[in-house]
């Protein structure tokens, strides 16, 4: 029988207990945000989000909020692959996709940023 994998994006929360006292815990990274923020939080930026995957699930290209570094942890399972692009290669990437997927680029010119796009690394 051939399923679709099941996959959860953007769930609140962390598999951290609130007294763990590991240097990972992504409930307790400290960031520059907290000078300018205070105590205001913001989903999946300074509150960590979870990502449920199954086997063969996948998650596409994507350039992170606001252009900012973004910080994973696995708490369990197989590894993953992870595939990036550099600061300096970014343009050239883009451009690769723009003409992969040119009429989605006219609809949207943030298309990389809906996370729908998947490109075989081979390609790159």
Request: glycine share 8%; hydrophobic share 30%; net charge neutral.
């Amino acid at each position: 029988m051939n399923q679709t994998p099941l996959y959860g994006a953007d769930v609140p929360g962390t598999l951290f207990t609130p007294d763990s006292n590991y240097a990972w815990d992504l409930n307790k990274l400290d960031t520059v945000l907290s000078d300018g923020l205070g105590r205001l939080k913001l989903s999946g930026i300074t509150n960590p989000y979870l990502y449920i995957g199954g086997y063969g699930t996948i998650f596409g290209w994507h350039v992170e909020d606001l252009n900012m570094p973004s910080i994973n942890y696995l708490h369990y399972g197989a590894p993953k692959f992870w595939y990036c692009i550099g600061r300096k290669d970014y343009k050239k990437f883009e451009n690769y996709v723009k003409d992969y997927y040119p009429k989605e680029f006219l609809e949207c010119t943030e298309f990389l940023r809906h996370k729908t796009t998947i490109i075989h690394p081979y390609f790159l």
